[in-house]
């Protein structure tokens, strides 16, 4: 197996969990090629992951027409396909490309007419975890790994040192980003009053990560403030992150907080967030890409669940040296409907407090 392409075209923490399939890949094929097909915006979490070999650009590829579309794939010379996330579209054009190798899942009606492997088993009801469920989709290529969950974090391939500057600070004068509403200057305002990045290295540097972008159930702004002001000042260094449309939303909690942290939201652009999770020591978040990168990285990573099958933490909690989650012990179901979950905000911000360093 020479090159095999991963196809995984949603959304960021589904492709950091699709990333040690890559890693698992070179393992066994240490010469091969992996090549990984997805969004554009999850460019930077692919070319951070050192079993990636190539980025594919679907977003690029899916406005050609058609007949440049099949080209696209068969200029990629690939022996195998693995659709993670199975897209009608991939499917189709892979085949009409002649990949050789197209693996998929027996679930999905696309595998039965466009892959020529498929692997059975099911995720929603699975016990297993959706890193460990991708992996599964191995045995057509001849690997048939059990990975328990403490070891998928070796197979990240994300764990690269922070930057030589070292510094916050740099962030203040960074320009807007062509990629979209991710990025705001600081204007001055970093090291000034009491919000700002003050001795960094004294205090554990915290990333509060209120809202998902309607990807989870999240634990509510009376939480987060809740824990603001239950964190020891001299201890904690706090910053809010989100994009700018989430800012804007939490307009009313960061102006309740604008002494007790630093605003980041809209500031950065995902290969900056990046980044800036290396340089901080941890993260609060529900179950969303920020959590699962600084899971990732080694960070002190802390996940709010809803206890709903399938989207609790048996299935998606974040894996890391120094991740864990809290979840509420009973049934969520009427919550099932709304992405308004009463079972989450039951966590206390008192147990999120405890699982954080002292």
């Not at 995984?8 to 990333?19: C, E, K, P, Q, W």
């Not at 054009?93 to 498929?118: E, M, Q, V, Y």
Request: aromatic residues 8%; neutral net charge; hydrophobic residues 40%.
């Amino acid at each position: 197996m020479k090159r095999i392409i991963l196809s995984r075209t949603d959304s960021i923490g589904d492709v950091v969990l699709t990333l040690p399939l890559a890693g698992v890949l070179k393992k066994y094929f240490p010469d091969s090629t992996i090549l990984f097909l997805g969004r554009s915006y999850t460019r930077p979490v692919i070319e951070a992951c050192s079993f990636a070999d190539e980025f594919i650009d679907w977003d690029t590829i899916r406005e050609r027409p058609y007949k440049e579309q099949v080209a696209a794939f068969r200029a990629l010379r690939a022996d195998a396909i693995i659709h993670v996330f199975m897209v009608g579209k991939i499917a189709y054009l892979a085949d009409a490309a002649d990949i050789p190798i197209k693996i998929g899942t027996t679930h999905r009606l696309f595998s039965w007419l466009f892959c020529n492997n498929l692997v059975w088993f099911t995720r929603r009801q699975s016990d297993l975890h959706e890193s460990q469920l991708n992996l599964k989709l191995l045995k057509p290529l001849g690997i048939e790994v059990k990975l328990e969950r403490e070891r998928i974090p070796e197979y990240y391939g994300l764990a690269t040192p922070k930057s030589p500057e070292g510094d916050l600070l740099r962030f203040a004068s960074t320009p807007k980003s062509p990629e979209g509403d991710l990025l705001h200057p600081l204007e001055g305002r970093v090291g000034e009053g009491s919000s700002g990045i003050r001795n960094p290295e004294s205090r554990f540097r915290l990333i509060l990560h209120p809202k998902s972008k309607g990807s989870a159930r999240e634990w509510g702004p009376e939480n987060f403030s809740r824990l603001i002001e239950l964190l020891p000042k001299e201890k904690f260094e706090i910053f809010i992150t989100g994009t700018e449309s989430e800012g804007a939303l939490m307009k009313e909690f960061l102006n309740k907080h604008r002494h007790e942290v630093t605003d980041m939201t809209g500031k950065m652009t995902l290969s900056e967030f990046m980044e800036f999770i290396r340089e901080c020591d941890g993260l609060v978040a529900a179950s969303t890409g920020p959590l699962h990168l600084a899971a990732a990285f080694g960070k002190v990573a802390v996940g709010l669940y809803a206890p709903m099958r399938p989207i609790y933490p048996t299935r998606w909690a974040p894996l890391g040296e120094k991740a864990t989650y809290l979840v509420v012990d009973k049934a969520c179901d009427e919550c099932r409907k709304t992405l308004d979950c009463h079972c989450i905000r039951e966590i206390r911000p008192e147990e999120v407090v405890r699982v954080l360093p002292n």
